[in-house]
């Protein structure tokens, strides 16, 4: 089903109904796709023009200038280009579907620009995602999903937070290879323009093409383009500092206490080879990711140790406990 274009502004419901059992498969993303990729449109020769059909998102909201620079970039390469994005900003969601609690998802028709169809999404990123990978381009997927691009860098364990990479981990989990673009300043035009201009290019590019969901890309490009000395392929930064103390001035209704939380990131102390140091020193980098935290290493480790695991039931006192007695 292809949405209509430039439509009147109208409210979708989606009703999604899926219960518990849903909402707990979804929340252990770690398991990995729930379905085989949607790869239909996906050239075998390397020929075709690709991609023919992209979705993008973001967390910023749907009236960001950036998101709207990267969509009309598209729909000038002549890609089909979709859009739905939180209506308001949303930053800092991760992976978070406010869907799942409350069966339904708001959204209403947005009409950016000829040849770009878009949706403003009373939601969080990854809902976004959610409804229009199984709303309405349920039987006409994307080729791709494109989040962002984000205001400011999402390096280091903002890959855990980021709504912008919440949103690609999202549609990689559905089974849509994505791209997660962050480093773009909003106060200036060139900086939007000259990203959008390459992102079009980059997704499509090799590297992009061969993308099989649940695999993903986390990108960031620094702010200036007329700094950028090359593009890195980069690991993981871990240059999040935290610290929480007791709040004793402020009573919090007994028998609670009040915590404060302070967080900085210290890109400074990046390593080389890692997101933050490139970015800090002016190189595009290119994180590649893959929804499924699970650990190959340690499964086999565990296989050939189960014996270490205590049995099941412990005794006849565990058993009648379970009312088995």
Known sequence: MTPSRNCAPRIHWLPLRLGSLLTLSLLALATGPARAPAQSTRPSDGLAPWPQRVLLTNDDGIQSPALRALARAFAAAGIETYVAAPSRNRSGMGSLMISLATDSIVTQAEDLEPGITAWAVDAFPADCVLFALRGPMQDDPPDLVVSGPNIGANVGEAWFISGTIGAARAAAYFGVPAVAISGADPRDSLSMAT???????????????????????????????????????AGRARVLLLRMWRDTATAGAAPWQVWRLSGFMGLSSAEPGTDAFAVTHDSVSIQALRVGEQDPAMATWLRAHLGLVPRWPLDDTTRKAGGKG
């Not at 079009?200 to 090799?206: I, L």
């Open 195 to 233: 990203i959008a201009r390459w992102v079009v290019s980059f997704v499509r590019s090799e590297p992009v093409r061969r993308l099989r969901a649940p695999e993903y890309l986390n990108v960031n490009v620094p702010t200036d383009p007329r700094t950028i000395r090359g593009v890195t392929v």
